[in-house]
């Protein structure tokens, strides 16, 4: 980014004009309140933007994941180990769900991206997300019938008014062409927010949570999925829901997130 653009750099150097000459001081309150007031401000620098809420600086500091990554997590490799490596990961914690795949790495502005969109109502900010999602997802959604949202429980459903990995999946959907079902697959329980949590404690906080509705049992079974999630950290929200569909019959599941930790002992949320 341009320091020279700076939101608090261009702050304090209308400030210091603004004290030297010991006038407007009025006009540039305002001026700065009307400016923050604008609807569309980016949402990691604070730079105003139009249309979508990240400006292409912002963007461009996004760490997308690309080829060499692990074909079963799609966990980036440092280096090329050949076709079919899979990574240690892998081998040594196998999840339920057959293949991972994310757009980028969880990293200072993926989190930001990620928190706008889920705690302040930042919408705008799903189709870019989910078009990039589905750009990282092309190989699982050319084989897939149906796209599942990771549900919240209804009691926080309410209380964020909708779902973040919906809107994602939405987009997905719009991109792919492939259908979404949004209500097959419930959690059937609240549980703990994973922050904070060990890996042991993620997997149990979530064991049992997420069941599919009996009645809808018959729009999934037998298909492909591709499960969609914002985040993915240790996988076990994912792998519990993963396990539940899979109970339900369902052909595969892949999973499809718009940013993963990429080492979780040196980057914890
Ligand atoms: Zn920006």
Redesign the pocket.
Known sequence: ?NAEASPSRSISTHLRGALGAGRNAWRLTARLALHIALPTL??????P?DGEG??A??WAKLSFIAQPFCPKLGIPFVYDPGPEMLSMEAIANPPAYARARAAVRYDDVARTLVHALKYQDRTDLAPAMGRWMARAGRELLEEADVLVPVPLHWRRGWSRRYNQSGALARIIERQSGVKLSTEALKRVRPTQQQIGLSRPQRASNVQGAFKVATERQSEIQGRRVVLIDDVLTSGATLDACARALLRAKVASVDALVFARVVDTHKAPI
Do not use: I
């Open positions: 980014m980016c949402v990691s620098c604070r730079e933007v990240v400006c600086a912002c």
